[in-house]
């Protein structure tokens, strides 16, 4: 475990670059490096985790307005390119239209579906309220497209380290049901930096580096 946090820790210190945005399963890039996909509600951090992840702080945008987010945007990884990183559209915001929603349903369950370089999905749950229906509806279509993913618990730091402790079992608990979870649950906190290391790591192993 420690080499293996020392390599991601080197690969993510190294080159890492916007690719392009995806609106469209038409303009996905050549499928020629694992993907690693990351999910959440819009809301939950997920543009300050990508940032915290490779070390970068303007990265991934993070918007003022929930759900701005509404095409899959691909990061580079490593030189040579090692992986991809996808920021998928955050979910569960109550004021997108109807239509859009269904757009994005459309382009994460295409994606999700017919992604053969798709390794996991990482799926961020606020600490502070653990799993919501919103995100077990992205987990039954994870585990319908047989897409192997793991959940990442957001901010932290936020809550106590005793109340984080149990969101954390209970999250783990009700997961182990589920077909393609991974069964190990990983706590973090992009502000202090705590999991980061071992999120960085969880990424090689799901990339199979």
């Not at 293996?4 to 499928?31: M, N, Q, T, W, Y």
């Not at 070390?55 to 992986?83: C, H, I, M, W, Y």
């Not at 994005?104 to 996991?120: A, E, F, P």
């Amino acid at each position: 475990m420690e080499e293996r946090i020392e390599r991601a820790r080197k690969l993510f210190s190294g080159r890492v670059d916007f690719l392009k945005s995806a609106p469209k399963l038409e303009h996905l890039p050549a499928p020629d490096a694992p993907e690693i996909a990351i999910a959440g509600r819009s809301n939950v951090g997920k543009s300050t985790l990508i940032n915290a992840l490779t070390g970068r702080k303007a990265l991934a945008r993070a918007s003022n307005t929930p759900g701005r987010t509404q095409e899959l945007n691909f990061f580079d990884v490593g030189d040579p390119l090692a992986f991809r990183i996808v920021d998928m559209p955050g979910y569960g915001f109550a004021e997108a239209p109807k239509d859009v929603v269904k757009k994005w349903r459309h382009l994460i369950n295409d994606y999700l579906r017919g992604r053969q370089v798709l390794k996991r999905a990482l799926v961020l749950i606020d600490s502070r309220h653990g799993l919501k229906d919103v995100d077990r509806e992205i987990l039954d279509m994870l585990d319908t497209a047989a897409v192997s993913y793991r959940i990442v618990l957001t901010k932290g730091d936020k809550i106590k380290p005793s109340e984080l402790n149990a969101t954390t079992a209970k999250v783990a608990t009700e997961i182990r049901k589920r077909p393609a979870a991974h069964p190990d649950v990983l706590a973090t906190a992009a502000e202090t930096g705590h999991g980061i290391a071992e999120l960085r790591a969880a990424v090689l192993e799901a990339a199979e580096l």
